[in-house]
């Protein structure tokens, strides 16, 4: 079984430039996650969706950040425009619907100069 | 939200040597989950333990949900197991939060 999968790994741009992350999900995995993580902390999450519907979006930064899953599968995370503080990994996790185990992807790196 | 704490945030081991993490979390838990972050920022899936314990090699975990906790075990460690392990936490229909995490290194 495939995992998570995450493209680019690594993205450096200036600041106010744009940029965008995709995440393609386990497949059948219903429930999909995109995170932050900030260096030496854990993971924060910023949009949670169920199939194509985001149920949980109440930390993303919406004046920058949008994101969509169009199809229920795969899902883009963007950044427009991207400031230095947006410099970190950003993960995509996914699993099936309920409680169940979350699998994460290699996640992106993303440096904004 | 529930909040997640970990212990302790660092921990130096000599290979070989046993050691004990420990996740507290401040509500019941229908999903408490223990991954590893490797040195290359990946996150493994160690355990998907709400109740009970489980064992995986020389890595088990126990989670005790009636007195909020959860421990990983470690035996044995071995260089490899050098990264950071984080706990994750969530009940209801909330978000799964994660704790700060133990950050081990294993010497040689």
């Known amino acids: 079984e495939a995992g998570v999968v995450q493209s680019p790994r690594y993205k450096i741009i200036e600041k106010k430039q744009p940029v965008a992350f995709w995440c393609n999900p386990i497949s059948g995995h219903n429930t999909l996650y995109w995170y932050l993580q900030n260096l030496g902390q854990g993971p924060e999450l910023l949009i949670r969706?169920?199939?194509?519907?985001?149920?949980?979006d109440s930390q993303l930064p919406k004046d920058r950040f949008s994101a969509e899953r169009l199809k229920g599968v795969d899902s883009t995370l963007k950044i427009q425009p991207a400031e230095l503080g947006d410099s970190a990994v950003y993960l995509c996790?996914?699993?099936?619907?309920?409680?169940?185990?979350?699998?994460f992807g290699n996640g992106t790196r993303l440096t904004v100069t | 939200g529930i909040q997640v704490e970990q212990s302790p945030p660092d921990l130096i081991l000599q290979e070989g040597a046993n050691s004990t993490l420990r996740c507290n979390f401040s509500d019941s838990v229908n999903n408490l989950q223990w991954f590893h972050q490797n040195p290359w920022g990946q996150l493994i899936n160690l355990f998907y333990?709400?109740?009970g314990t489980k064992q995986n090699g020389r890595l088990s975990a126990t989670t005790v949900a009636t007195e909020r906790y959860s421990l990983l075990y470690i035996s044995s460690s071995q260089t490899t197991d050098s990264g950071v392990y984080f706990c994750a936490a969530q009940y209801a229909g909330n978000m799964l939060t994660f704790g700060g995490g133990t950050r081990l290194m294993v010497k040689p």
């Open positions: 969706y169920e199939n194509e519907e985001a149920v949980d």
């Open positions: 996790a996914s699993r099936t619907m309920g409680y169940s185990p979350l699998h």
């Open positions: 333990i709400p109740s």
